[in-house]
């Protein structure tokens, strides 16, 4: 029992607890038994490939060329490069990054709606370590009944030895955890040696005892409670969830009324309490749904199992809509128990409707955004061009009565590949176009040299001669030509000029 069950229980209408009970209770340790199952097996698989991505995903190799790294994925704060695997996304495209959040959070929208919390059940890093480091408690402390009796006896060199043995074991995958963390953000090959030797960096180490930390206490200690308080997740993610919603039920038409599985005129629920001993979150399915139901179905399992052994039919707590759940009780309402029990591998069965108002706007969503990324991707430009044009001062007048602005062009280069453009100065005013350490092309055209997979930035000036005419804001173009004269890149600016009589 946690606190949420616990102030339950103390206020069951809502309202405030009685004058001699306190308003919240300390919380109650949970003890997850382990369960053997369809979904347990389901849940070790996702473990397994959710672990094995994230600590042997940096280690994978991808060939970009000489000069670039060969980590399939990595986060290069220093040049300001994400790859990722044959992606390359520079800062200044943090739109895809953005593309890639909405995409995630759109996803797990249409997953709640299908099938309720399948997330936080199976794949949040939450669950996936929790579930690691209960697996290692087992191991070294028992299962439920023997962790139970250890925590309240008395503290002796087998406790202490099985109490250190665990921290010690939840500490080594905490310290593999933070290391596989600072891999992502450097070469994994390059990092390790320097990192065991005291290379790598004040920043390395910060935040692999950072993650170390966290895991630690996340998976280790603080568990359910993570869950249930820190995660805003549980808070409204019931507003997604509808009649259709494949979520962990208890059929209480079939269990109801609960009593001893020998006894005349009850349910199927031999109230057996084998559903709350194996939840992670200590929480009783058969009370409806919860803020605190992470929906692991694990009490599935538990129970189909107790039903196998009492030779009833398996299914008395399932993932399954409200939709159906209705629908059975009310075909069975009028039966007795026995009879009801005797069709219960049956009950009324509706294929859930998976196609319906919100998924369906959920699914146009995605595809939207998805095409947006990927129209965004195939329109890449290669070559980029930014112009900054001075702000202070605005113009400047020569002696001669010219009136000059000044521009700072970066290319962006995103090929491999080295190269020479030609940059041209295009505009309906007689302006001329000179760039320091650049060769001349012709009228207003200079030959620039861009670095392969870098940034090369120049000085330009565009000059208006004495005598001319010219508003005080004139739009002007910079481009970008390749060897055959075509537009790689173009940015427009605007040449600033004072007003015509205070020209004179």
């Known amino acids: 029992m946690n606190d949420v069950t616990a102030r339950a229980k103390l206020s069951p209408a809502g309202g405030s607890p009685p004058p001699d009970q306190p308003l919240y209770a300390n919380r109650q340790k949970v003890y997850p038994k382990a369960v053997s199952g369809p979904v347990r097996r389901a849940k070790w698989a996702v473990l397994v490939v959710c672990l094995a991505l994230y600590y042997l995903l940096p ?19 220093t040049h300001g490069r994400l790859y990722f695997f044959f992606f390359e996304i520079w800062p200044q495209e943090v739109y895809f990054l953005t593309g ?3 995409l995630g959070a759109i996803a797990l929208f249409a997953a709640t709606s299908l099938f309720g919390r399948v997330w936080c059940g199976f794949a949040c890093p939450q669950t996936v370590w929790t579930d690691l480091f ?6 070294i ?9 250890l ?25 593999a955890t933070g290391g596989a963390w600072i891999m992502y953000f450097n070469d ?7 990192f065991f030797t005291g290379q790598a960096g004040a920043g390395v180490y910060l935040f692999f005892w950072l993650f170390t930390g966290t895991t630690y206490l996340l998976a280790g200690w603080a568990r359910e409670q993570v869950c249930t308080y820190m ?40 109230d057996c309490m084998a559903c709350v001993n194996v939840c992670p979150t200590g929480i009783d399915i058969r009370d409806g749904q919860q803020l605190e139901c992470i929906g692991c179905g694990l009490c599935i399992d538990a129970c189909d199992d107790i039903m196998g052994k009492l030779g009833r039919p398996k299914g008395l707590i399932a993932f399954e809509t409200l939709k159906n759940i209705a629908a059975s009780e009310g075909a069975t309402r009028s039966m007795s128990p026995c009879a009801a029990r005797t069709e219960a591998g049956m009950g009324v069965r509706h294929v859930p409707n998976f196609i319906r108002a919100r998924t369906i706007i959920y699914a146009g969503v995605l595809a939207a955004v998805v095409a947006v990324m990927l129209g965004a991707w195939l329109l890449r430009q290669e070559v980029t061009l930014a112009v900054l044009r001075d702000r202070a001062p605005l113009y400047v007048r020569l002696a001669d009565g010219g009136v000059r602005n000044a521009y700072t062009l970066k290319i962006a280069n995103k090929t491999r590949d080295a190269g020479t453009l030609t940059l041209a100065l295009e505009s309906h005013a007689p302006l001329t176009l000179s760039i320091q350490e650049a060769p001349e092309a012709g009228p207003n055209r200079f030959t620039v040299n861009t670095r392969a997979d870098g940034l090369t930035e120049w000085r330009a000036l565009a000059t208006l001669p004495p005598g001319a005419r010219m508003r005080e804001s004139t739009e002007i173009t910079f481009r970008l030509l390749d060897a055959r004269g075509r537009t790689v890149a173009r940015t427009d600016s605007v ?4 007003h015509e009589e205070h020209r004179r």
């Open 59 to 77: 280690w994978i190799r991808w060939d970009r060329g000489p000069g670039a790294p060969d980590q399939a994925v990595l986060v290069d704060m």
């Open 100 to 102: 890639l959040l909405i």
């Open 134 to 139: 209960m697996w290692v408690e087992r191991k």
């Open 141 to 149: 402390q028992g299962d439920r009944n023997e962790r139970m009796r």
């Open 151 to 175: 925590d309240k006896a008395p503290w002796t060199a087998m406790k202490w030895r099985k109490k250190v043995l665990t921290h010690a074991a939840w500490l080594a995958i905490a310290m």
């Open 188 to 194: 994994a090959i390059e990092l390790w040696p320097k």
């Open 231 to 270: 995660c805003p997740w549980p808070r409204f993610q019931a507003a997604m969830l509808d009649e259709n919603s494949l979520v962990v039920s208890y059929r209480a038409w079939r269990g109801e009324p609960r009593g001893k599985a020998k006894a005349e005129g009850i349910g199927d629920c031999v």
């Open 495 to 498: 040449f600033l000029a004072p």
